[in-house]
């Protein structure tokens, strides 16, 4: 694919969006392990703090950038994208706005059965969106970690794709998220 046939760029708010996105992504997925696992030392509950006020922060930023696909698709693949590859790109991509939106969701209700508050950057405080069940809270923390795992796949699928489209294919599809 030549520069001239070449699809144009997203525009500088559908790639802040989705690099805010990565960003808050690829620091939740280790500090959410350190927690998980009580490596935190003295830092634990700041590190809780910080994990809570990211995950809400990540649910609205995913309805930010939902609205925004809506109102502005999404620029195509080139033409010579097989189906199956096509398949593969949208299911991804769709999958991960879901599971971005109920990861945090699931953490809410876990961390609201727990009875734990979620303070937002030290700003304002969530309120609980599930009545005290610790056991439920339990089995909620479970499934919140079995989603960590199929997230931190399905974005290193996404990376593997586009260096991929860097390296391999050499075409423009990486780029135009980087540089526009």
């Not at 809570?52 to 502005?72: K, P």
């Amino acid at each position: 694919m030549t520069d001239r046939t070449a699809p144009p760029a997203y525009s500088l708010t559908a790639r802040a969006l989705h690099w805010i996105t990565a960003a808050l992504v690829l620091i939740l997925l280790p500090l959410g392990l350190v927690i998980a696992n009580n490596w935190g030392g003295s830092l634990q509950d700041p590190l809780y703090n910080l994990h809570r006020s990211i995950g809400a922060t990540i649910i609205v930023l995913v309805f930010v950038r939902l609205g925004y696909r809506l109102t502005h698709p999404p620029l195509p693949l080139p033409d010579d994208i097989p189906p199956i590859q096509r398949f593969a790109a949208h299911a991804t991509h769709w999958a991960l706005y879901g599971l971005l939106i109920a990861q945090p969701l699931i953490g809410w209700m876990g961390t609201s059965a727990y009875r734990a508050p979620i303070v937002v950057f030290g700003l304002f405080e969530l309120p609980p969106i599930w009545p005290e069940d610790r056991a439920f809270s339990d089995r909620l923390f479970a499934v919140h970690g079995l989603m960590a795992i199929v997230i931190a796949g399905l974005a290193a699928a996404h990376i593997g794709a586009a260096l991929h489209h860097h390296f391999v294919r050499k075409d423009r599809v990486l780029m135009r998220m980087i540089t526009g």
